[in-house]
């Protein structure tokens, strides 16, 4: 059997796809060096006889990545269970930008992840919450204590589980002669060909530096040129992917927004002073669904949570999840699930 590698796959993902061993992909092809090696796109990959496609078995396996087709690959399955889907805009290299829908109540919540490129578990935790929480519905079954049915009569809940696909997919797969930014990126990344470290999108620009909450503040305290990490743009909202969840934001005025993020196990929860007097209680219940430390603000600027606290008037929270160096590994999914899914079901709840 043979496999052609897609865009985004890293040897886990495949592996995870077959339901195969790891270490048997990287026996049986030596192109492959290591587990944690980049895949080059397109090259021929043989299988082992026994191996059979599962292309949605990755956000039930802790030790996998997660980005941009594997969300697709979903797109059928959560069809099937009730979840509405909206391309809300597209990113620099024109991938669609995913919105999910699910309830039907008046009040309306958003959960974003995936900003930045090297925090693909953020993605994933949104992805395996939405689905369990499409299958929960569905059944008419308590999740933990919450009644799920009674809750998304009240509550209709966005999410955007993937801001950034373009740059989760050079952090997971790395980059070829043939990318059509390839040149680009190898100039900010000073002709390093890693991208662990990479956060951004794909021009050098951080999506969570871009929005207009003293956007010249931060800007100018930051590279002053495209780079990996931090740099603010040329201005507020140049990138089609941050311009993408802004319009979604004011078109849908939503109640409240979590921002999920890695990596330290806090909840920042204020801006500025803009926060109204209910976001204090708000994050004390957050933080006890959780064991996250609040903390009222990252001193800095700029960012999504800060634009709609300072635009709305309204509750916004940056959830920064796990703990380590990003991008943490696989393996640290098990304590983010675990230490945020409660966390997630109260957030409809506030």
Sequence with gaps: MKHVVGPGETVAIIAASYQIRPIDLIMLNPIIYAENSYVPRGAELTLPQEAKYCPDTFIDDVRTEFGHEQLVALLPVWKEKGIRSEIIGYSVMKKPIYAFFIGSGKKNV???????????????????????????????????????????????????????????ELVLQGISPEHPYYQDVLAINKGM?????????????????????????????????????????????????????????????????????SQGQVIYWGYRGYEPPESKEMVTRLSLASSYTPVH???????????????????????????GINPLPPGAFAEIWANNVKLALEGLQL
Aim: charged fraction near 25%; avoid cysteine; charge should be negative.
């Design 297 to 323: 603000t990252a001193d800095s600027d700029g960012g999504f949570k800060d634009w709609f606290i300072q635009e709305t008037g309204r509750p916004g929270f940056t959830v920064e999840v796990g703990t």
């Design 193 to 261: 060909t890693r991208f662990d470290h990479w956060s951004s999108n794909i021009r050098g620009v951080d999506l969570n530096h871009q929005w207009p909450a003293e956007w010249e503040r931060e800007a100018g305290e930051s590279p002053q040129e495209p780079w990996p990490r931090h740099y603010s743009g040329q201005a507020p909202l140049t990138e089609p992917e941050a311009l993408a969840v802004y319009e979604l934001a004011l078109r849908e005025s939503f109640s409240h927004v979590l921002a999920f993020h």
């Design 110 to 168: 958003f959960y974003s992840g995936g900003w930045h490129a090297n925090e693909w578990h953020t993605a994933k935790l949104l992805a395996r919450f939405l689905d369990r929480l499409a299958s929960y519905k569905q059944k008419k079954e308590a999740w933990f204590e919450y009644d799920i049915e009674a809750i998304l009569q009240q509550v209709t809940l966005v999410v955007v589980p993937l801001v950034n696909p373009d740059g989760v």
